[in-house]
C-alpha cells in the first residue's frame, strides 16, 4: 500500500496523477468519488460516520486500516503491485495505518509556499510517527523545479513503481475541472490560474472547502 500524506489542495492531485503513471499501480478512481479519495468509501462502509472533516480528522478513525483497506479493495485493482490512497485526511492517521499495514509506504507532500495550509507540525509528527524507510518527503516546489529527478526519487524510494512519468496526467478519464494537467505540462504553461500556484483558493476550491464544512483555512474546523 501507498498512502500520499498532503494537506487538501496543496498538490495531491498532481501527486496521485503522477503516481498513477506507473505501471504497477492501483488507484481508487474506479469509484467514481470527488479526487479519487476514499473517505466516502469508509463512510458508505461504517467506519466513519460521516464524510464531515471534523470526523474524517479523527486520528482514530477508521478505527481498523485492514478492514479500511478491505473496503477499498472493491475498487482497486488487486492485481497490481502498488494499491494507492491519497485522502488528505490521512494526514492525522500514519501512526495508525502504519500499526495495522503490515506492507505500508507514504510520501509525503509538502507545499511550502502555499499562503493557506495545515499545521506545518501535523505533517512533521506524521513523519516522525513511523521508520524513516517507510517515509519519503516531497516537496511541492521541488516537484515543479525537477519533476524528471523528484519521479526518480519516489521510483527509488518504492521500487515497485517500476516508472513514472511526470510528462503524463496519470488520471485520464476523470474529472478534476481545471487540474487536469500533467506536472511538466503546468510547468512549461507556467500556470497560475484561477490563483495557483501563488497559494490563494480559487472560486472552485472555497465552494468546495465550504461544502466540507471548512472555513476559508481550510484545516481549521468552523
Request: hydrophobic share 35%; charged share 25%.
Amino acid at each position: 500500500h501507498l498512502f500520499i500524506i498532503s494537506w487538501p489542495y496543496t498538490g495531491s492531485t498532481a501527486m496521485l496523477g503522477l503516481v498513477s503513471t506507473s505501471p504497477e499501480v492501483s488507484n481508487l478512481c474506479a469509484a467514481g468519488r470527488w479526487a479519487c479519495e476514499g473517505h466516502e468509501i469508509l463512510t458508505e462502509a461504517g467506519l466513519y460516520p460521516d464524510s464531515d472533516w471534523r470526523y474524517l480528522k479523527q486520528p482514530g478513525l477508521p478505527t481498523d486500516w485492514a478492514q479500511a483497506v478491505d473496503s477499498y479493495a472493491k475498487y482497486w485493482n488487486m492485481s497490481k503491485a502498488v494499491l494507492v490512497d491519497k485522502s488528505p485526511a490521512n494526514v492525522f492517521k500514519v501512526a495508525n495505518i502504519e500499526r495495522d499495514l503490515s506492507a505500508f509506504d507514504a510520501v509525503a507532500l509538502h507545499h511550502a509556499s502555499r499562503k493557506h495550509g495545515g499545521d506545518p507540525q501535523t505533517l512533521v509528527d506524521a513523519f516522525k510517527s513511523v521508520p524513516a524507510s517507510q517515509m519519503l518527503h516531497v516537496r511541492y516546489e521541488d516537484l515543479l523545479r525537477d519533476p524528471y529527478g523528484q519521479s526518480q526519487r519516489i521510483v527509488d524510494f518504492a521500487p515497485r513503481l517500476r516508472s513514472l512519468d511526470p510528462a503524463i496526467f496519470g488520471l485520464g478519464g476523470t474529472d478534476f475541472r481545471d487540474r487536469n494537467t500533467s506536472i511538466v505540462e503546468f510547468v512549461l504553461k507556467a500556470a497560475k490560474k484561477d490563483g495557483h500556484p501563488d497559494g490563494n483558493e480559487s472560486p472552485t476550491e472555497a465552494a468546495a472547502q465550504k461544502g466540507h464544512g471548512m472555513e476559508p483555512k481550510w484545516h481549521e474546523y468552523a
